[in-house]
C-alpha cells in the first residue's frame, strides 16, 4: 500500500514568535524553521508502517515555498521515498492546501493518507478533515493508534481517536485519510548517513496551475495582536496567608 | 442572518458547551436554530429548545447519527446550509472533527476556535499556540466557525424553542463506529469546571497525583495536568492542560508542579486567579500566577488539604 504523507514547514516550537510592528502577521524573517510536530509524528507512523510491512512506498508532500523543500529533505532523511514539492510562495490557507492535497491524491492514489492534526502556526486543524471531504474518504482524525487485520476487516483500518473524555474507536474504508495526535508514537532523530542519502531521493516539483487549483481564498487576515499579558502577582510564605488570600482579596473560595 | 449550532451530546444529555456556542451566535445576531442530530435524542432535544435565544430545534434522529461520526454528520449540514449564513459548534474533538469537513462539502474556509464577534463576518481567533491574536474577515456566503466555549457566556434556560424533526437521514459506509472507552469520572468535567488542580513533572509520578484529590474534593475542583506530565506518563492525556490539550478559563487554576511552558501557559492563563506551587522560585509560572507558593508540594499540599 502507498502511503502519502503531508509535512509542513512552521516556525520552529521552541522559538518565541514576534509580531510585526505594523501588526500585519508574525515576523518569520531570520527565524529558524522545522517541521510541524504533529507532521513528525505523521512521518514516524507512515515509517512504522514500511517496517511493520503494511505500507510498500512512503510519499510525502509539502504545499509551500521553496525553502520547504527542506522539510520534505528531513521526511525522506526520516525514511519516505520520494517527495512531491506543490511550490507557491503565497499564503495558502486550509482548503486551499487540501484542494492541492487532493490534486496529488489522484495522481498518486495513495491507500492512506497521513497528515498532522494542526499546525502550530495558524491552529486551523482543518486541512485533514477537507482533504478526506474532497477525496470522499472516511476520516481518522486526532489518531492514537492506527492498526490494520487487528478485529477490523480486508479493506479497513482501525483508528483509535483521542476524543473530549476518552478515546474512540472506527473503521475506516480504504483509502482513508488519518490525522495524528501526540501520543500516536514518538518521531526518532534522523541519522547523519540517512540525511547524505535524502539529497539524492527523487523530488519532483507541482504548482498550484499545473494542479488546476486556485489558492484564493474567501478569508483575510485583517490583524495580528499580541495578547494583553498577564501580570505576575506576589509570593506568600504560608498555606495560611495562601487560604487567606483566596478568602478574603481574590474572594474564589 | 441564520445561525445554525451543532448541538454536542454525550449519553442522551446535552453538553454545557452548546450554552456557550449559542452565546457566540447571540453575538453575531439574528435567528438562531440548533441542530440535533443522533440515535433516540429526544431528550437532548428538548433540554436544547429551553436555551434561551434559540428560535427552532431541528432533529435528526437516527441510527445513521448514532456516535455523531464526521462523515454522516458533515453531509447532513451540508445539506441543511443553504438556510443559514452561519454554522457554528464547539471547538470540542467533536466540532473539531465535523465543521471543517462541512466547509470542505461547501466549498467555503472555516474560522476555527473564535474568541470574540467583532461582527457578523469579523473575528479574532488565537494563532500561534495563543501567542499571538488574529483578526480575520470572511467574505464567504455561508461561514463555518468553531467557538472556544471558555470565551463565551452561555445562555441561561428559559426559552421555548420549537421542536422541528427532519427526515434527511444520511448513511454513510466510509467509517463505522467500534467502540469507546469513557474516562469514568465523578468529578466535573475540566472545560466546564469553576476551579481546576493541575500536576506537572514535579509531581514526580502518577501516584503522587492523588495528593490533588483531597483538595479537589473540597474545592469542587477538576484535575488537570501539563503535557509534561502526560509525556512522562504520570496520567492519560485528556487530563492535559494546554493548547495541544483541554482550554480552561476557571475562576480558580491551581498550578503545582508545573513549571509554565508557553504550551501550558496558553491552556489556563484566561483563568480568573491562578495558584502556583513550585519549589523553583525561577520557573516561569510564578510570573503570570496572581499567587505563588515557593516549597516542596509534598509538604504543602497535605497541609493545604488539611486548612482547606
Redesign the interface.
Known amino acids: 500500500m502507498k502511503v502519502l504523507v503531508a509535512v509542513k514547514r512552521v516556525i520552529d516550537y521552541n522559538v518565541k514568535i514576534r509580531v510585526k510592528p505594523d501588526h500585519s502577521d508574525v515576523d518569520l524573517t531570520n527565524v529558524k524553521m522545522a517541521m510541524n510536530p504533529f507532521c513528525e509524528i505523521a512521518v514516524e507512523e507512515a515509517v512504522r508502517l514500511k517496517e511493520k510491512g503494511v505500507a510498500t512506498e512512503i510519499v510525502a508532500v509539502t504545499v509551500g515555498p521553496k525553502a520547504a523543500q527542506e522539510q520534505l529533505r528531513t521526511a525522506l532523511a526520516l525514511g519516505a521515498d520520494r517527495a512531491i514539492h506543490v511550490e507557491t510562495e503565497e499564503r495558502v490557507e486550509s482548503l486551499a492546501v487540501a484542494k492541492l492535497l487532493k490534486g496529488v491524491v489522484d495522481e498518486e492514489q495513495p491507500g492512506l493518507v497521513i497528515l498532522g492534526k494542526q499546525a502550530i502556526d495558524t491552529d486551523n486543524n482543518q486541512t485533514g478533515q477537507m482533504l478526506a471531504a474532497l477525496a470522499n474518504m472516511g476520516q481518522g482524525t486526532f489518531a492514537s493508534e492506527v492498526a490494520f487485520g487487528d478485529g477490523v476487516e480486508e479493506g479497513e483500518v482501525r483508528v483509535t481517536r483521542e476524543i473530549d473524555g476518552g478515546l474512540q474507536t472506527v473503521a475506516l474504508k480504504l483509502p482513508a485519510v488519518v490525522t495524528t495526535d501526540l501520543r500516536l508514537n514518538e518521531p526518532r532523530y534522523a541519522k547523519l548517513p540517512d540525511i547524505m542519502k535524502a539529497k539524492k531521493k527523487p523530488l519532483d516539483t507541482r504548482t498550484p496551475e499545473a494542479l488546476g487549483v486556485s489558492v484564493a481564498s474567501g478569508l483575510s487576515l485583517l490583524k495580528v495582536e499580541t495578547p494583553a499579558e498577564r501580570k505576575g502577582g506576589i509570593k506568600l510564605g504560608s498555606v495560611d496567608e495562601l487560604i487567606d488570600k483566596l478568602k478574603n482579596e481574590a474572594k474564589v473560595l | 442572518m441564520s445561525i445554525l449550532v451543532l448541538a454536542e451530546h454525550?449519553d442522551g444529555q446535552l453538553a454545557a458547551g452548546t450554552a456557550h456556542v449559542v452565546g457566540a451566535a447571540l453575538a453575531i445576531g439574528g435567528d438562531i436554530d440548533i441542530l440535533v442530530a443522533g440515535d433516540d435524542v429526544a431528550g437532548v432535544a428538548e433540554a436544547a429548545a429551553r436555551l434561551d435565544g434559540v428560535s427552532c430545534v431541528r432533529v435528526a434522529d437516527a441510527p445513521a447519527y448514532a456516535?455523531q461520526?464526521?462523515?454522516p454528520l458533515?453531509e447532513l449540514l451540508a445539506q441543511l446550509a443553504d438556510d443559514y449564513s452561519h454554522v457554528l459548534a464547539a471547538a470540542?474533538?467533536?466540532g473539531?472533527?465535523?465543521?471543517?469537513?462541512?466547509?470542505?462539502?461547501k466549498?467555503?474556509?472555516?474560522?476555527?476556535?473564535i474568541l470574540s464577534v467583532e461582527s457578523a463576518d469579523?473575528f479574532k481567533r488565537?494563532?500561534?499556540?495563543?501567542?499571538?491574536?488574529?483578526?480575520?474577515?470572511?467574505?464567504?456566503a455561508f461561514k463555518v466557525i468553531t467557538v472556544r466555549t471558555t470565551a463565551f457566556d452561555p445562555v441561561a434556560d428559559g426559552g421555548g424553542a420549537t421542536i422541528e424533526a427532519l427526515d434527511i437521514v444520511v448513511s454513510?459506509?466510509?467509517?463505522?463506529?467500534?467502540?469507546?472507552?469513557?474516562?469514568q469520572?465523578e468529578r466535573p468535567?475540566l472545560?466546564g469546571a469553576r476551579?481546576v488542580i493541575s500536576g506537572g513533572r514535579g509531581m514526580g509520578n502518577g501516584d503522587n497525583f492523588k495528593l490533588l484529590d483531597g483538595i479537589a474534593d473540597k474545592?469542587g475542583a477538576a484535575i488537570g495536568a501539563s503535557?509534561a506530565a502526560?509525556?512522562a506518563g504520570f496520567v492519560p492525556?485528556?487530563m492535559q492542560v494546554g493548547?495541544?490539550g483541554?482550554i480552561v478559563a476557571p475562576?480558580?487554576y491551581i498550578a503545582v508542579g508545573i513549571s509554565g511552558a508557553?504550551q501550558h501557559l496558553a491552556g489556563m492563563?484566561d483563568s480568573?486567579?491562578?495558584?502556583a506551587i513550585n519549589k523553583d522560585d525561577e520557573a516561569p509560572i510564578?510570573?503570570?500566577?496572581?499567587?505563588?507558593?515557593?516549597g516542596d508540594l509534598f509538604e504543602?499540599l497535605p497541609?493545604?488539604e488539611q486548612?482547606?
Open positions: 454525550h456516535h461520526l464526521a462523515e458533515a470540542s474533538t467533536e473539531k472533527n465535523v465543521l471543517p469537513r462541512v466547509a470542505a462539502l466549498d467555503v474556509s472555516q474560522i476555527s476556535e469579523t488565537p494563532i500561534y499556540a495563543g501567542n499571538a491574536i488574529a483578526t480575520v474577515q470572511s467574505s464567504d454513510s459506509e466510509l467509517s463505522r463506529f467500534i467502540g469507546e472507552e469513557l474516562a469520572n468535567e472545560g476551579v474545592l503535557r502526560v509525556d492525556n485528556d493548547q495541544t483541554k475562576d480558580l508557553i492563563k480568573k486567579v491562578i495558584v510564578f510570573q503570570v500566577a496572581d499567587y505563588g507558593l515557593v504543602i497541609e493545604l486548612k482547606l
